[in-house]
C-alpha cells in the first residue's frame, strides 16, 4: 500500500478536475491501495458511510475506517465503477451516481467473491477541481432475502 503522506489524507494531491470522473478517481485510489490518494478526493469534513452502514465524518476518519481493510481482507482487492449520471445542483454542487463492483482476492475470509453496490456521491468545487464532500455506498441486495444481487 502507497501511503505518501504522514496523517494519510493526500496533503496537496490534486482534486478530480470534473465531477463525472470521480467514479474512475475513487476507483484507482481504492485500486492502488492508496490512502493518501483515497484521503485526497474528499473535503475536510467530508462524510462516508460505507456498505454496512458506518457513517463516518472528516478525512481522518474515512482514511482510517479504510486502511485496516486495505491492510487485510481487501488488500488484494479491486473496484469496477461505471457513471450512471451526474447532474449539477445550483453550480456549487454535482449529485454522482455510480455503479461498483468489488471484486476481492484471495485475502477475504470468505475467498474470492464480487460485491456490487450502487454509490451516491456529493461534490463541491475545490481549489483545483472537485472534492467528495459525502458518499453513501448501497449494497445491491434482494429486498425480500436479504441476498446479495450482482448486476449483469
Request: hydrophobic share 45%; aromatic share 8%; glycine share 10%.
Amino acid at each position: 500500500m502507497t501511503d505518501r503522506s504522514t496523517n494519510g489524507t493526500g496533503g496537496g494531491a490534486t482534486a478530480i478536475p470534473r465531477p463525472e470522473d470521480a467514479p474512475g478517481a475513487f476507483q484507482s485510489a481504492w485500486n492502488a491501495h492508496d490512502m493518501a490518494a483515497l484521503g485526497a478526493l474528499f473535503h475536510e469534513d467530508a462524510t462516508f458511510v460505507n456498505r454496512f452502514g458506518h457513517y463516518v465524518r472528516g478525512v481522518a476518519e474515512i482514511v482510517a475506517l479504510h486502511r485496516p481493510i486495505h491492510e487485510t481482507i481487501y488488500r488484494d482487492s479491486t473496484l469496477a465503477n461505471a457513471l450512471i449520471d451526474c447532474r449539477m445542483a445550483g453550480g456549487q454542487a454535482a449529485i454522482v451516481h455510480f455503479w461498483s463492483r468489488l471484486s476481492t482476492g484471495p485475502a477475504h475470509p470468505a475467498g474470492a467473491h464480487d460485491v456490487d453496490t450502487l454509490i451516491l456521491a456529493v461534490l463541491t468545487p475545490a481549489g483545483d477541481g472537485w472534492r467528495f464532500a459525502a458518499i453513501e455506498n448501497v449494497t445491491l441486495a434482494d429486498p425480500r432475502t436479504g441476498q446479495a444481487i450482482l448486476r449483469a
